[in-house]
């Protein structure tokens, strides 16, 4: 049997799209109706890999991405990430017209993207969140809604044959939104590898972010990223995700991780991978 590879669904979605990318002859693609169903499907061993969005170059991070792969029950480890360019549309039934649209609906960050031209074009619109943009499109199409609209990808409106009510509708045109590949096995590839982890201070008091970070800075080690989470055990408490260039492969990088989880009350590598646009 083929190994597969579960996606925020249903099909039609931007998770789609970057399941797509990433499939192989030998990878059956399975559509899941939430990010959180993905990750804990792949770290019971479900399914062999997941792709989540984690990051929106106009919204930035997807929290419930984050927040779950931080988790120490969480098993999985990041292996490839891929870059996929996200054009929103209007899409809705063939033959309604804007003046006949009474609600639109879709997922809350394709929402938050659009929210200037949804403000100036449809101020009076009700607006409604849903599970992912195709899941909007699919519901306009199977229910025959004539009275809604979704914002969706080109390839939610073919997959359910809707039409373009208005095309390129994101507030910034050049958009992209980071997926990650989640599976059990770390990897190490060889070229180019960028090494993604997250840890916590022992205490909050002044200098304690600068002396684990510094460990990076005198080894050269160019960080990337670096975005907080509250830890969700006490209110004002942190914890830090980082990306940095290199593999733990490479002594100094090793070393640095080393020194970085032993002044760590926390400490979790989330994978080792290519970027992949």
Do not use: W
Not at 24 to 37: A, G, N, Q, R
Not at 181 to 196: C, G, N, Q, W
Not at 245 to 251: E, I, N, V, Y
């Amino acid at each position: 049997m083929p190994d597969k590879l579960v996606y925020l669904g249903p099909e039609g979605t931007y998770s789609h799209q970057a399941a797509e990318k990433y499939k192989t002859p030998d990878l059956e693609l399975v559509p899941l109706s939430t990010i959180t169903k993905v990750i804990d499907s792949v770290n019971a061993g479900d399914y062999k890999y997941g792709i989540v969005p984690i990051e929106n170059m106009i919204e930035g991070s997807v929290n419930t991405t984050l927040d779950k792969l931080a988790r120490k029950n969480n098993r999985l480890y990041i292996v490839e990430e891929i870059d996929i360019p996200i054009k929103h549309q209007l899409l809705a039934l063939r033959g309604v017209k804007k003046s006949d649209i009474r609600i639109i609906f879709s997922h809350q960050q394709a929402l938050e993207q659009c929210r200037g031209f949804l403000e100036k074009e449809f101020p009076r619109v009700k607006i409604i969140t849903v599970k992912s943009t195709a899941e909007a499109a699919k519901k306009i199409k199977e229910k025959r809604l004539f009275d809604r609209a979704a914002i969706g990808s080109r390839a939610a409106q073919k997959k359910y044959n809707l039409e373009f009510l208005c095309e390129h509708i994101a507030d910034y045109k050049n958009n992209f939104t980071r997926f990650v590949v989640l599976t059990k096995e770390l990897r190490y590839p060889i070229d180019k590898s960028v090494t993604s982890f997250v840890f916590s201070c022992r205490k909050d008091k002044p200098g304690s972010l600068f002396n684990i970070l510094r460990f990076l800075a005198e080894a050269k080690i160019n960080m990337t990223k670096i975005e907080s989470r509250p830890s969700k055990a006490v209110l004002g408490d942190y914890i830090f995700f980082v990306d940095i260039d290199g593999s733990p492969k490479q002594t100094k990088v090793q070393k640095a991780l080393e020194d970085i989880q032993k002044q760590s009350d926390y400490f979790k590598l989330l994978g080792v991978y290519q970027r992949r646009k």
